[in-house]
T-cell receptor, first 112, second 114 residues
Framework: DAKTTQPPSMDCAEGRAANLPCNHS???????VYWYRQIHSQGPQYIIH???NNETNEMASLIITEDRKSSTLILPHATLRDTAVYYC?????????????FGQGTTLQVKP | DVKVTQSSRYLVKRTGEKVFLECVQD?????MFWYRQDPGLGLRLIYF???????EKGDIPEGYSVSREKKERFSLILESASTNQTSMYLC?????????????FGSGTQLSVL
């Protein structure tokens, strides 16, 4: 599975959009991009995933570049409760092992 | 919503004790997983199971065993706890669609082995 690179930390003002980047330049054609987050003292929480097209759900939007080498998770109106570590993970869709490799992620601090 | 429940939030055990960590999910998921999380090392997969009575080793199975007698329950067993097993243990489940890795995690058990 492809490796991902994320900035270690980011700040965002409450109410503003938080844009979290992820680089996955070695991604293969059958690999999905997943985003999870982990709020302090809780288990990770699934946010969104995508293959080629941009995706949106009630939590966030996922923008994948045309060459699929990078992506951006967008939290449209960040709140203090969005302060968490955000993990970008690349995984083959046909592999049903649950062996998600959670790297160091990006610590997002939402400030009042 | 899927609920994954871990029996204890905090646990303190002595070196050499046999420790049972229990996990129950309520969404009839086929797949269940045990991870441990340590600062600087991220989440590491210990064991997983695709079905009742089935188990597969993850990346760090040494010192652990698992049991899955019922579909909804997946137990992690530390046969003889050691101090290096002090960690946050996370259980997760997913359905067997195979097309995505949408895992649902429990809140975790912080285990301290003294």
């Amino acid at each position: 599975d492809a490796k991902t690179t994320q900035p270690p930390s980011m700040d965002c003002a409450e109410g503003r959009a938080a844009n979290l980047p992820c680089n996955h330049s070695t991604i293969s054609g059958n690999e999905y991009v997943y985003w999870y987050r982990q709020i302090h003292s809780q288990g990770p929480q699934y946010i969104i995933h995508g293959l080629k097209n941009n995706e949106t759900n009630e939590m966030a939007s996922l923008i994948i570049t045309e060459d699929r080498k990078s992506s951006t998770l967008i939290l449209p109106h960040a709140t203090l409760r969005d302060t968490a570590v955000y993990y970008c993970i690349v995984k083959r869709g046909s592999s049903n092992t649950g062996k998600l490799i959670f790297g160091q992620g990006t610590t997002l601090q939402v400030k009042p | 919503d899927v609920k994954v429940t871990q029996s204890s939030r905090y646990l303190v055990k002595r070196t050499g004790e046999k420790v049972f960590l229990e996990c129950v999910q309520d969404m009839d998921h086929e797949n269940m997983f045990w991870y441990r999380q340590d600062p600087g090392l991220g989440l590491r997969l210990i064991y997983f199971s695709y079905d009742v009575k089935m188990k597969e080793k993850g990346d760090i199975p040494e010192g652990y065993s698992v049991s899955r007698e019922k579909k909804e329950r997946f137990s992690l067993i530390l046969e003889s706890a050691s101090t290096n097993q002090t960690s946050m243990y996370l259980c997760a489940s997913s359905d067997a669609s195979g097309l995505n890795e949408k895992l649902f995690f429990g809140s975790g058990t912080q285990l301290s082995v003294l």
